[in-house]
């Protein structure tokens, strides 16, 4: 067995975890360390996240790390995107750090396109327009705390934040980096004409820097409180940036990398843009050694997850999904991308709701509900294919399915059927193992991506649905 150890530091929306990764006869081995829960928290009628307790439980799994006798050579930190850190000149956090989903963002889309058209902001950036993106956020702070940005000396994504603590090292991972909406596609670093169209302080940005580069060593203090020493990397830290490179792709494909989200798409050298791709919403995210990830995000199991709190965590993913099929002909559907399942405060109200507005049957009890959910997905993978298709001005034959929702054989069922493509589940872990991925590369134990994914292939289960 190599004494070689990696450490993938995870944090999604509602978990983080820690898994030591190893190289054991060419193939890779993971090992769950160490897993906390997350989510935002109610804060003066906003949803912000609590760093300081994200931080505690990054030295928390590092210090298990170390008492299970794993030391890594070197450790990499990913998160959701488009979430950030404000730090003044003294390098402390300057306000609350606001969560995606909190509503302060409401108007400031026709905002920003009184400065700047929203077809020119996508031919500028190649990003889809969410509500929540960075940029929209930014432009809230300006209107509604322009005192604090005013304060900003270094603007920092959540994973370049949490390395900077670790580290004492400052610096922006790119695939992260480009979920701002910031940032220029064929330059692959920010707009600064666009930042300075927009009034933002275009010196608190960073140069951005690929995945793969090393950030530092742990600080002494860090040292002291976990144990052991070891460098720091960036990986590919949008997390869906990880997810995707731990595709097991021996075949050119649509992916699915799915979870809280949804997100669909293709790998491409160059960014698809044009009037297609924007009227359809898709994005042109930067993944690992400047591929692009043109894919649209599509709600996901969020909205099942959602269902499953409101009864208090009764059902288990599996009953649920049983009770779905026992409602297998329930005939309404929702639109999951509409902002009213965004974050409502009751998933199965807001899905009553829609149903009884479009004339539709309105479903009453779980599996009637978890049925209209599912069958909605599904759907919605098969419409956004057509469009993948149409903008590649190619046909594929497969879908890859990754992340934890590889494990939802229901729904991976009903995509095969509504899709009709061979449908490829597994690894579900893919963040974590992408992000050891770009860690194996930069220590020369990988060669390459292609290395990488053929490992991981040979590696973990992967499920085929016909």
């Known amino acids: 067995m190599s004494s070689t150890y990696y450490m993938a530091i995870d944090i999604g929306a509602s978990s983080g975890r820690h898994i030591i990764s190893w190289l054991d006869n060419k193939t890779i081995q993971t090992k769950e360390i160490y897993r906390f829960e997350n989510k935002m928290i109610h804060k003066n009628g906003h949803l912000i996240w609590d760093i300081d307790y994200l931080f505690k439980n990054i030295l928390q799994g590092m210090k298990a790390s170390k008492e299970a006798g794993y030391i890594p050579t070197s450790l990499s930190i990913d998160t959701w995107a488009v979430d950030y850190v404000l730090l003044d000149k003294n390098d402390q956090v300057l306000g609350d750090v606001y969560g995606y989903r909190d509503s302060r963002t409401h108007g400031m889309d026709t905002k920003v396109y009184d400065i700047i058209s929203e077809e020119e902001l996508y031919e500028k950036t190649g990003i889809q327009k969410q509500i929540f993106n960075t ?70 940005f960073l140069k951005l820097q690929k995945p793969g580069k090393k950030v530092g060593r742990l600080t002494s203090e860090i040292q002291e409180k976990v144990g052991f020493d070891c460098d720091v990397i960036m990986c590919a830290s949008h997390d869906t940036a990880s997810a995707i490179m731990a595709i097991p792709q021996s075949k050119e494909g649509i992916y699915i990398s799915s979870g809280t989200w949804s997100l669909m798409g293709i790998e491409s050298f160059a960014p698809i843009l044009g009037k297609d791709s924007h009227s359809k919403n898709f994005t042109n995210e930067g993944g690992y050694d400047y591929r692009f990830r043109h894919l649209k995000n599509i709600m996901g199991l969020w909205m099942i997850q959602s269902v499953r709190h409101e009864l208090d965590d009764k059902y288990s993913f599996s009953e649920i999904c049983q009770a779905a099929e026992e409602n297998i002909d329930f005939p309404s559907r929702v639109d999951v991308n509409d902002d009213c399942f965004l974050a409502p405060d009751s998933m199965i109200k807001a899905i009553q709701k829609y149903c009884k507005k479009t004339n539709q049957p309105v479903p009453k009890n779980l599996g009637e509900i978890a049925t209209v959910i599912y069958q909605s997905l599904a759907e919605k993978y098969s419409l956004t294919v057509k469009e993948i298709e149409e903008n590649a001005h190619k046909s594929f034959e497969r879908i890859y399915i990754i992340g934890g929702g590889a494990n939802a054989e229901y729904l991976n069922k009903l995509t095969a059927k509504a899709t009709k493509k061979e449908v490829y589940a597994g690894p579900t872990e893919a963040t974590a193992i992408g992000n050891i991925a770009a860690q194996m590369i930069a220590n020369k134990e990988l060669k390459d991506l292609h290395d990488a994914r053929k490992c991981i292939k040979n590696s973990f289960e992967i499920n085929i649905y016909k």
């Open 135 to 204: 940029i929209y956020q930014l432009y809230a702070d300006k209107i509604q705390r322009p005192e604090i940005l005013s304060q900003a000396k270094t603007f920092l994504m959540l994973p370049d934040y949490f390395q900077f603590r670790l580290t004492g090292e400052k610096k922006s991972e790119y695939t992260n980096g480009t979920s701002t909406q910031l940032v220029n596609p064929f330059t692959k670093n920010w707009d600064t004409q666009l930042i300075d169209m927009l009034g933002l302080p275009t010196k608190m």
